[in-house]
């Protein structure tokens, strides 16, 4: 039974055949996977950072670049689309998950050195059995929303094209960032888990997103750990994502890659 009500959700669902079309597509594409670079000299001067997501614990999947930046004085700023109240609650009400995973967002941004956390406001819808979806915001209005904040930032860092692991909030938050920085015609921007067809964990990768910028984490195990460990209510799902102990999500992924988009890239899509 629950196969069957699994497969009628997906069939319903229009983020599977989405996913389906890239999945099909991909197969008449050719990627360079050799990086363009492997430091953020080539990104120029950056004084400032922003680092936008669509749930707290998404930050982790960034913060060894966020290390990187921090250590060479870059103010970081994370805006979160919502609180992820929408995410299992055990024996807590919605309210209470938003809440714990506010401070668990903070205590993880204070570790790596986050300057500034601001959540949008938005909130997390709950799931219905194998289907989970986007707050109810258009891009286009989310993207008018974060524009001051881009508009001071000299680097964006976001989700990937396909959302990593195709979550309808992850895609959200990269159509606004998207459109967004159709405005500011000189600034890039990065996307996090670029296309490594040996990632250590498959499932989270953008694999039509080409990797520009490679970076080795590996000196900052410490803090991404203590960065991810602040997530206590969602250590379960990494141990998942990285199929053993939730530590192994740091200790398995010793490089960041990221792919830089321009302003363009829409355009040219």
Same mark, same amino acid.
């Given at each position: 039974m629950q196969v069957i009500r699994k497969i009628w959700q997906r069939l319903g669902d229009p983020v599977f055949y989405r996913r389906r079309?890239? #999945?099909?597509?991909?197969r008449w594409k050719s990627f360079d996977d050799e990086p363009k670079a492997n430091s953020l000299d080539t990104l120029g001067e950056i004084d400032t950072a922003l680092v936008f997501v669509a749930h707290p614990d998404d930050e982790t999947f960034c913060s060894g670049i966020i290390c990187e930046l921090v250590e060479r004085g870059v103010e970081v700023i994370?805006?979160?689309l919502t609180k992820g109240e929408g995410g299992p609650t055990g024996d807590s009400t919605r309210e209470e998950l938003g809440a714990v995973r506010t401070e668990e967002m903070h205590a993880s941004c204070d570790?790596? &050195?986050? @300057?500034r956390v601001e959540f949008l406001g938005h909130i %997390? /819808?709950?799931?219905? &059995?194998y289907r989970v979806f986007a707050p109810a915001v258009s891009a286009? #209005?989310?993207?008018?929303q974060i524009q001051p904040e881009v508009e001071k930032a000299d680097i964006v860092i976001s989700h990937g094209s396909s959302g990593e692991y195709w979550h309808p909030a992850h895609l959200l938050v990269f159509a606004a960032a998207e459109r967004a920085l159709q405005e500011c015609q000189d600034s890039g921007w990065l996307t996090f888990l670029a296309r490594q067809p040996d990632h250590p964990? /498959?499932?989270l990768v953008n694999l039509d997103d080409p990797v520009f910028?490679?970076? %080795?984490?590996?000196?900052?195990?410490? @803090?991404?750990? %203590?960065a991810l460990s602040s997530h206590t209510s969602q250590l379960g799902l990494?141990? @998942?994502f990285a199929g053993g102990r939730p530590e192994d999500c740091v200790d398995l992924v010793t490089t960041e890659n990221y792919c830089l988009r321009r302003p363009t890239d829409r355009e040219s899509d």
């Open positions: 079309a890239c #999945d099909l597509a991909r994370v805006l979160c570790v790596l &050195g986050v @300057k %997390d /819808p709950v799931a219905e &059995g286009e #209005d989310l993207a008018r964990i /498959p499932r910028l490679s970076l %080795d984490v590996r000196r900052h195990r410490e @803090k991404r750990w %203590d990494f141990a @998942k």
